[in-house]
């Protein structure tokens, strides 16, 4: 047993863990099949989401971008429901060729979904386009929401 990290004065009080638990967490953690299931879990699909301003450096709405390689404009499927934005992306069904074993996956051809908040949000402007792989959605503020200069009276 190693109690090198009890600090003395502390061990009056019964352990709830033994001396080598942390250690055998890390064990069980980094073991080669956990591993492996993480580095090799199904990855979701690239996204960025960035704020766009205008020539001032105001904010005027925001951009979702999703890299969707190899997934067709029939199988997303984008909604507003009340002040959410859902992006639904079907798994695209391929027949798997017998004479290839993928090592690592990199393009995910996975169902997924996206949901993101509308608040303040012009809803009835938002704007999605799909081009080469990439599905852009343009979601620009409510003009009760940009900010505005107030004049002195």
């Known amino acids: 047993m190693n109690n090198a990290l009890v600090k003395r004065g502390y061990?009056?009080?019964?352990?709830?863990f033994g001396f080598d638990a942390f250690d055998k967490i890390f064990e069980d953690m980094f073991s080669t099949n956990?591993?492996?299931?993480?580095?090799?879990?199904?990855?979701g699909y690239p996204t960025d989401v960035v704020?766009?301003?205008?020539?001032?450096?105001?904010v005027i709405g925001s951009e979702i971008t999703v890299a969707l390689a190899g997934i067709p404009k029939e199988n997303i499927d984008i909604a507003v429901d009340r002040d959410v934005l859902n992006i639904s992306i079907n798994k695209?069904?391929?027949?798997?060729?017998?004479?290839?074993?993928?090592l690592r996956k990199g393009i995910s051809q996975r169902?997924?979904?996206?949901?993101y908040g509308l608040h303040g949000i012009d809803k009835d402007k938002i704007k999605a386009d799909l081009v080469d792989g990439i599905l852009k959605v343009e979601l620009p503020l409510a003009?009760?929401?940009?900010s505005r200069k107030i004049e002195i009276g």
């Open 11 to 16: 061990d009056r009080l019964p352990s709830v």
């Open 34 to 43: 956990v591993f492996n299931e993480l580095y090799n879990a199904p990855q």
């Open 51 to 58: 704020e766009v301003k205008d020539d001032k450096g105001n």
């Open 92 to 102: 695209v069904e391929k027949e798997e060729d017998k004479n290839r074993n993928y």
């Open 111 to 115: 169902s997924m979904q996206l949901r």
């Open 143 to 146: 003009e009760e929401v940009k």
